[in-house]
């Protein structure tokens, strides 16, 4: 069973930026992709972005490209959500999923709330 943890969100103001984290616990980590999501109230959970194994893809959804950055660490079975420049419309919990087998996302993290004040 892999488990994720992710690191607690929090309240930051407009344009600023907060750093998540999501540790996994299996050992295999550094062989999956990792996804991170988020939901907002009243709304379906939406892809926020994605990286490969190695680390040397990335996708993000078009909300929020050149704001958010996904990276991970291998050697810390880690994976980070970097996010600068926040917007109200950024407040969502936000959760860390692998993708164990290539085939969508089957483990989930427990997710974590960020809230941007306006």
């Known amino acids: 069973q892999v488990q994720l943890v992710e690191s607690e969100g929090g309240l930051v103001q407009a344009g600023g930026s907060l750093r998540l984290s999501c540790a996994v616990s299996d050992r295999t980590f550094s062989w999956y992709s990792m996804g991170w999501f988020r939901q907002a109230p009243g709304k379906e959970r939406e892809f926020v972005g994605n990286i490969n194994w190695r680390g040397g893809t990335t996708y993000y959804t078009n909300s929020v490209k050149g704001r958010f950055t996904i990276s991970r660490d291998n050697a810390k079975n880690a994976v980070y959500l970097q996010m600068n420049s926040l917007k109200p419309e950024d407040t969502a919990v936000y959760y860390c999923?692998?993708?164990?087998?290539?085939?969508?996302?089957?483990?989930w993290g427990q997710g974590t709330q960020v809230t941007v004040s306006s």
């Open positions: 999923a692998v993708d164990s087998a290539g085939t969508g996302y089957d483990y």
